[in-house]
């Protein structure tokens, strides 16, 4: 009986589509509508009766299995949660270093984290949790990685007593070398004396 309704309908709309005389007319916006509808209604129909179906055949296959086989599924099942989890936590540690490294911030250590938040029942990664997480976490202040003051001239005394030409004559090569490399000489190297 649904079918002949909704035949009927097709046909309705098809002859709405085509005119009294045949000739094809643009569709209006209520018969594109009527149409999406329809065919909603019809995939939530065979949807439904879908699940009918399988909880059906999920319940005749448990009904018909023995206390054996119906502790091996439930074997599977545990070790299939136990292994969604375990690599559920991995994935997310993955996930979550990815997205800070995208980020440019440092994650906690691993020992603070409690990386189960980030994975949901069924052994997925949850990436908005893991993006919310990372966007909370502080970005790190950035130094110059470089000296700034290079090029600026002179930026004060070095805290050490410079000799003079005149301090030079009355030395030795050796104490002129040693007085080089205790920095007493920059100032003659630069030119300042």
Do not use: C, H
């Not at 909603?40 to 319940?59: G, V, Y």
């Not at 949901?120 to 110059?144: Q, R, T």
């Amino acid at each position: 009986m649904g079918e002949n309704a909704q035949n009927a309908g097709a046909t309705s709309t098809e002859n709405a589509q085509t005119g009294e005389a045949g000739t094809p007319q643009t569709p209006t916006l209520e018969t594109l509508q009527a149409e999406v509808d329809k065919w909603k209604s019809m995939s939530r129909t065979n949807e439904k009766r879908w699940q009918d179906a399988s909880a059906e055949r999920d319940a005749l296959k448990q009904s018909g299995m023995t206390d054996a086989e119906k502790a091996i599924e439930a074997a599977k099942s545990q070790a299939r949660s136990a292994a969604l989890a375990e690599y559920g936590t991995r994935l997310a540690d993955a996930e979550l270093r990815a997205q800070a490294a995208q980020a440019g911030v440092e994650l906690p250590p691993a020992e603070f984290l409690n990386l189960a938040k980030f994975v949901g029942e069924d052994g997925s990664v949850n990436a908005d949790v893991i993006g919310n997480f990372v966007s909370s976490l502080p970005k790190p202040v950035v130094e110059p990685e470089f000296d700034q003051g290079l090029g600026l001239g002179r930026q004060g005394g070095s805290g050490v007593q410079q000799l003079t030409r005149d301090d030079l004559s009355r030395m030795s090569p050796q104490e002129i070398n040693t007085a080089r490399k205790a920095g007493q000489l920059d100032a003659l190297m630069r030119g300042e004396f």
